[in-house]
């Protein structure tokens, strides 16, 4: 069974201009997580979707910071425009609503703005 | 609010020895679980144990074992006989019932296992 898939695996952009990561959750898995990770610490939840719905987003910066789960499958967030700050590792995740002890991670986006 | 301590920026333990790494959490909320992951440099998350708040048993999976010292707010990880493959960031995180599923993580362990 694949696991979360990420993509692109690295980006490296200027400032002021847009950025989106994709990612494909687990098949069958309804509910499919966005993190933050800056250098040094730990993720940081940004937004939680379970399938379409959008269930927690309170840490997602709405200013310039996006995402979408059209079809409740693959998902993608969207930075515009980006600033140097949002240099880091975008983390997807996905869990089972049979199940949510357990979230498995996609190998993250590295996002470098210069 | 829910928050998760982790002490140690950096450890060290030589291979087939056991290590510990520490953990604190505080949270309000009745129920909760926490975790462990480790991280490879090649930057995914691996889930590597859970444990209930209610859970009357530490959890065990393999070489890895949780010892939860629910009033001491700690649960640290024991990882018996250390492999070079062992060498990995570790986070733990809890979840509270009243956060839904979101992980709170802590900032890391950088363990590094010595031949």
């Known amino acids: 069974e694949a696991g979360v898939v990420q993509s692109p695996r690295y980006k490296i952009i200027e400032k002021k201009q847009p950025v989106a990561f994709w990612c494909n959750p687990i098949?069958?898995?309804?509910?499919l997580y966005w993190y933050l990770q800056n250098l040094g610490q730990g993720p940081e939840l940004l937004i939680r979707?379970?399938?379409?719905?959008?269930?927690?987003d309170s840490q997602l910066p709405k200013d310039r910071f996006s995402a979408e789960r059209l079809k409740g499958v693959d998902s993608t967030l969207k930075i515009q425009p980006a600033e140097l700050g949002d240099s880091a590792v975008y983390l997807c995740?996905?869990?089972?609503?049979?199940?949510?002890?357990?979230?498995?991670f996609g190998p993250g986006t590295r996002l470098t703005v210069l | 609010a829910q928050k998760i301590t982790q002490t140690q920026p950096g450890m060290f333990v030589q291979e087939k020895e056991a290590v510990t790494l520490d953990c604190t959490y505080d949270?309000?909320?009745?129920?909760?679980?926490l975790f462990w992951y480790k991280q490879p440099s090649s930057g995914e998350m691996i889930f590597l144990i859970y444990?209930?708040?209610?859970?009357?048993q530490n959890a065990t999976e393999g070489r890895y074992s949780l010892n939860f010292q629910k009033a001491r707010k700690s649960a640290n990880l024991v990882i018996s006989a250390s492999q070079l493959g062992d060498s990995a960031m570790y986070f733990c995180?809890?979840?509270?019932?009243?956060?839904?599923?979101?992980?709170?993580f802590g900032e890391g362990t950088q363990l590094t296992v010595n031949p």
């Open positions: 098949s069958g898995h309804n509910t």
């Open positions: 995180a809890m979840r509270g019932k009243t956060s839904g599923s979101r992980l709170t």
């Open positions: 949270t309000s909320d009745p129920s909760y679980g």
């Open positions: 444990q209930g708040s209610y859970d009357q």
């Open positions: 995740a996905s869990s089972s609503n049979a199940d949510h002890n357990e979230q498995f």
């Open positions: 979707y379970e399938n379409e719905e959008a269930v927690d």
